[in-house]
């Protein structure tokens, strides 16, 4: 998931300094998540082709359809 920090913290991610305010990083849904909720990122909208379209549903046919046939 990608995040834009909404403020500046201190220290590091698996080694990394956390990027600053303002600026985008990807991260793992849960722990973007979670930023998220406590309120110090945001989540960046992707392209909409990068997000899963919903499956159509099948028709179903009624059986009176396929006996008036």
Do not use: F, N
């Amino acid at each position: 998931m990608r995040i834009r920090m909404l403020v500046d913290m201190a220290g590091t991610r698996d080694g990394q300094p956390w990027p600053a305010r303002g600026e985008t990083a990807d991260l793992p849904t849960a722990a973007a998540a979670h930023l998220v909720a406590s309120g110090v990122a945001e989540e960046v909208p992707g392209p909409a082709a990068a997000r899963p379209r919903p499956r159509a549903r099948k028709k179903e046919t009624s059986s009176a359809a396929v006996e008036d046939s």
